[in-house]
């Protein structure tokens, strides 16, 4: 069992950044893949980044890639989502989720956190 809690949203300026966090209990963090995934309103949630259970491997969607960068800290039980060059269509809630398949497809977690709220002014 991994509980997650999302922290690090709030409102920003286009070609602004921000760091997202996601804290997870449990001492099997580090067994499971992790993703980030967004919501904006009136869309489904959508993939934006995963990384596997090592961090050694990484994944984008096209739509963030070359501006989001992902990471974990096992030790901390801690994963990161780093914002830079935000965009007002980035304006969403971001969950982080974990599972044991690293895949981008939202069936591939089991785990999801509460979300943040991330918004982006143009």
């Known amino acids: 069992q991994v509980q997650l809690v999302e922290s690090g949203g709030g409102l920003v300026q286009a070609g602004g950044s921000l760091r997202l966090s996601c804290a997870a209990s449990?001492?099997?963090?580090?067994?499971?893949?992790l993703g980030w995934f967004r919501q904006a309103p009136g869309k489904e949630r959508e993939f934006v980044a995963r990384?596997?259970?090592?961090?050694?491997?990484?994944n984008y969607a096209d739509s963030v890639k070359g501006r989001f960068t992902i990471s974990r800290d096992n030790d901390k039980n801690t994963a990161y989502l780093q914002m830079d060059s935000l965009k007002p269509e980035d304006t969403a809630v971001y969950y982080c989720?974990?599972?044991?398949?690293?895949?981008?497809?939202?069936?591939?977690?089991?785990?999801w956190g509460q979300g943040t709220q991330v918004t982006v002014s143009s």
């Open positions: 989720a974990a599972g044991r398949r690293f895949g981008s497809d939202l069936k591939d977690y089991n785990y």
């Open positions: 449990g001492r099997t963090f580090s067994m499971y893949a």
């Open positions: 990384i596997s259970w090592s961090g050694v491997s990484t």
